[in-house]
């Protein structure tokens, strides 16, 4: 494997890896802030 190939795929997993958290945070964060969301609707 050459450089340019690490490279790659080392910036591929480093943006699935940020995708990933950001993506796991927001479905933590929905969990947490449904019941205000509800409360501020009535």
């Known amino acids: 494997m050459n450089l ?3 490279i ?3 910036f591929l997993w480093f943006t699935l890896y940020f995708a990933a ?3 796991l945070n ?3 964060l929905m969990k947490v802030f449904d ?4 409360q501020s609707a009535k």
């Open 4 to 6: 340019y190939t690490f």
């Open 8 to 10: 790659k795929i080392g």
């Open 21 to 23: 958290a950001a993506y």
């Open 26 to 28: 927001s479905r933590l």
């Open 35 to 38: 019941p205000l969301k509800e």
